[in-house]
């Protein structure tokens, strides 16, 4: 979906919400409250810039807007691959970009992610899987690796692995498979805006605080041992 048309929808025609290339940034008013609203499109890379800018958002928030809300909307293709990036610490912006959401969550922001199209590796994990929860609409796409990479990886036959990703989504790319992981928390109906503003004004008040991905997997037959391995962890340290 076009990001424009899906904040029109969220939150009316002068939603306040810009483009600067492939990042998305500004404040929008939910049920008469502000609403900070960050993300990309265009299937973007995270690169350095785009990593740094959108943390300076988050962190700008939580310096001069206590407790606002966040939203998170994602549409990437994942990290850039550009030797640049690499020389530049891609990985240090990106960790910062994920630790600026977390401290935004420890201060009583409230933080949700909504992949509205593409959401791939790095760039997700940093963003969307931080969040107090992360949503998406039914006809978006998230993996973190295709089953030809994910075979050149493992050293397993691509057949075996397709095989595998009919019964178990551990191994299959979809948006679906990761709602049954509990990586994403629920699906919102993108083309009824009465039911996106519902679903969004839903995981504004409702969403837990605590970690629940294990938990939703294990309930939803998608992760069955993550959850009790876990806890077998915490039990024993």
Known sequence: MDWNLLATRLFGADHGIAADGDFLHGTARFDGRPITVVGTTNHAPIGVRVALAQARVVLDTVAQHPERPILLLIDTQGQQL?????????NRAMAHLGASIDLARRRGHRVIGLVYDQ????????????????????????????????????KLPEEMLTTLSQSNPVFA????????????RSLWDGDMPAALRAALRAALADTPTDDRRAIDGAERGGRRLAAAVAQRVLDAA
């Open 119 to 154: 959401a791939l590796s790095g760039g997700f994990i940093t963003s969307g899987l931080i969040a107090d929860a992360c949503h998406a609409l039914p006809e978006a796409e998230i993996r973190v690796m295709r089953i030809p990479a994910m075979a050149r990886v493992t």
């Open 82 to 90: 550009r030797r640049r990036d690499e020389l530049l610490g891609i």
């Open 173 to 184: 790319p979809g948006v679906a498979n990761y709602v049954a992981m509990g990586g994403v």
